[in-house]
Each structure stands twice: as structure tokens, then as C-alpha cells.
């Protein structure tokens, strides 16, 4: 089955700095990737997913991914962080073997501070 | 278009009783799914309906059940609650699995005392 691990279950940047969220999947046949996130006492909403074709892929709020086969690693970036971007994030990936049900990673929290 | 409908959207219960939690998903969407979210084991997937149908199962005890109307609406029903069954139910949809994306609803909060 198809898995994914985030690095880091704490993340803190400073307002304007760069927001780098680690991602490394386990997969024996090309993944379907996504990233949710998920504000306090809501649901996950998706920020963006990759599928096939171009290995970066651009999200909302201006968040995107870059799908690195080599490295099966498909980090989130935003140049700059803003307040609003303090949330939990997750990583996950699409199991083919499993009727493409998602599997989750653990979550990584995003504190940003002023 | 409206979103994923879950409710309640807050329960308390106590031990031992029986819950049933229900879920709309988008309209045209026949896949629903249902993860259980706790601090300590994160999302766990419970099971996933698609056309009434149960596709696939998570590793939970038999306490656990769901089911999937003709309209796409899902129930999923917890049954002796334990102290441990405390945790956001939440609920997907997708038109036919996971391989777009899920749309989540805003769960519902268990509490079980």
C-alpha cells in the first residue's frame, strides 16, 4: 500500500519569510499527491494536487508543489508566509490498491510568527 | 454549489450508548468516505461507500459501521462507545474516489464522557 511521511510535525516561520513543508511518499507505480489543509475545528480543504503532466503544480492561497520522482518527495512552498497561513497541513497520496482511497500523512503545524 | 454536510456537528455521549453520525456529500458525488481524527493517531480511514456499496474498510472493530443511501448520503454508526471513540468524525466526498481529491465537511465532534 501506498504511504506518505511529512517531516517535521512542527514547523514556525516568520511573517514574509519562506514556507518549505516536507513530503516523501512511498510508491511503486506513479502517485496521485495532494495537499489539505486544515484550520482549527474544520475540515481539511485540498490546496492542490498532482496527477500527471507538469511536476509543478500551482495551489491556492499561493501555495505549490514540485513532484520530484527522483527524490519522491513532493515539498509545499509559498515565498512568503502571511498569519493567515498558520494551520496544519497534510500530505496524501492516492492508493490505487485500495480503490484510490487517500492516505494521510501525520500532519505538520505551521506557526507563523509576527 | 453546496458543500459536504455533516451533523451534528458537536455530540456528547456516554459510555456505552450508540451514535449515529450522517453526512450529505456534493451533489452528484457517489463516493463518501470517513476518517476518525484524534491528536494522538492523526486521520484514520474507517470506510468508503461508493453507489451503496462498502469499497473498502479501515482497521477498526466491528463497533464501527456505515452505510450509503440510493441519494449518496451516508450514515456511519458507532455502537458501546468507549472513552476512546472521542475524536472528529470526518466525512469526504468525490465523484468517484479519491484519485481527484476529497471534499471534506466540517465533522463532527465527539465527545464521549
Known amino acids: 500500500a501506498q504511504s506518505v511521511t511529512q517531516l517535521g510535525s512542527h514547523v514556525s516561520v516568520s511573517e514574509g519569510a519562506l514556507v518549505l513543508l516536507r513530503c516523501n511518499y512511498s510508491s511503486s507505480v506513479p502517485p496521485y499527491l495532494f495537499w489539505y489543509v486544515q484550520y482549527p475545528n474544520q475540515g481539511l480543504q485540498l490546496l492542490l494536487k498532482?496527477?500527471?503532466?507538469?511536476?509543478l503544480v500551482k495551489g491556492i492561497n499561493g501555495f505549490e508543489a514540485e513532484f520530484k520522482k527522483s527524490e519522491t518527495s513532493f515539498h509545499l512552498t509559498k515565498p512568503s508566509a502571511h498569519m493567515s497561513d498558520a494551520a496544519e497541513y497534510f500530505c496524501?497520496?492516492?492508493?490505487?490498491?485500495?480503490?484510490?482511497?487517500?492516505?494521510f500523512g501525520a500532519g505538520t503545524r505551521l506557526t507563523v510568527k509576527p | 454549489k453546496a458543500g459536504v454536510t455533516q451533523t451534528p456537528r458537536y455530540l456528547i455521549k456516554t459510555r456505552g450508548q450508540q451514535v449515529t453520525l450522517s453526512c450529505s456529500p456534493i451533489?452528484?458525488?457517489?463516493?463518501v468516505s470517513w476518517y476518525q481524527q484524534t491528536p494522538g493517531q492523526g486521520l484514520q480511514f474507517l470506510f468508503e461507500y461508493f453507489s451503496e456499496t462498502q469499497r473498502n474498510k479501515g482497521n477498526f472493530p466491528g463497533r464501527f459501521s456505515g452505510r450509503q443511501f440510493s441519494n449518496s448520503r451516508s450514515e456511519m454508526n458507532v455502537s458501546t462507545l468507549e472513552l476512546g471513540d472521542s475524536a472528529l468524525y470526518l466525512c469526504?466526498?468525490?465523484?468517484?474516489?479519491?484519485?481527484?481529491?476529497?471534499?471534506f465537511g466540517s465533522g463532527t465532534r465527539l465527545t464521549v464522557v
Open positions: 498532482y496527477t500527471t503532466g507538469a511536476t
Open positions: 469526504a466526498s468525490s465523484f468517484i474516489g479519491g484519485i481527484y481529491g476529497y471534499t
Open positions: 496524501a497520496v492516492s492508493d490505487p490498491d485500495n480503490n484510490n482511497d487517500m492516505r
Open positions: 451533489s452528484g458525488h457517489r463516493s
